[in-house]
């Protein structure tokens, strides 16, 4: 189970979140946004962890709740934490290179991309 991004149905890129509103007064703010990691879980994942936390990290309250067998739990949340240490790894120096690179105006965002790929 990977962290699931939220990508665009014409070109498949990830969507990035640049506006929130208060439904209630109306303020909003603009900017770009990141979901964080359990965000990007899928709904499926989030609602696993949901249940996880919510039963105050009892195994047998989700082999209840799901019908599933104590191996199945485990191999799902160890997955999901698979999943969230990918969101925390740190970028490898080749990428950081390509991104200091780009920052000083030595190499084009399409030139970048490609390094990046």
Same mark, same amino acid.
């Given at each position: $189970? @990977?962290?699931?991004? !939220? #990508?665009?149905?014409?070109?498949? #890129?990830?969507?990035?979140?640049? #506006? $929130?509103?208060? @439904?209630?007064?109306? !303020?909003?703010?603009?900017? @770009?946004?990141?979901?964080?990691?359990? *965000?990007?879980?899928?709904? #499926?994942?989030?609602?696993?962890?949901? *249940?996880?936390?919510?039963?105050?990290?009892?195994?047998k309250q989700l082999e209840r709740l799901f019908g599933?067998?104590?191996?199945?739990?485990?191999?799902?949340?160890?997955?999901?934490?698979?999943?969230?240490?990918?969101?925390? @790894?740190?970028?490898?120096?080749?990428?950081?290179?390509?991104?200091?690179?780009? *920052?000083?105006?030595?190499?084009?965002?399409?030139? *970048?991309?490609?390094?990046?790929?």
């Amino acid at each position: $189970m @990977d962290i699931a991004e !939220v #990508r665009c149905s014409g070109c498949s #890129r990830p969507l990035r979140i640049e #506006r $929130m509103r208060c @439904d209630r007064c109306q !303020v909003q703010i603009e900017g @770009d946004f990141e979901l964080g990691p359990l *965000a990007q879980l899928s709904l #499926r994942d989030q609602l696993f962890v949901t *249940a996880f936390l919510r039963g105050h990290g009892s195994i047998k309250q989700l082999e209840r709740l799901f019908g599933i067998s104590y191996p199945t739990v485990k191999n799902r949340l160890n997955a999901i934490v698979s999943a969230l240490d990918k969101a925390f @790894d740190a970028p490898s120096r080749n990428n950081s290179l390509v991104l200091e690179q780009l *920052a000083r105006g030595e190499i084009t965002v399409d030139q *970048a991309l490609e390094r990046l790929r």
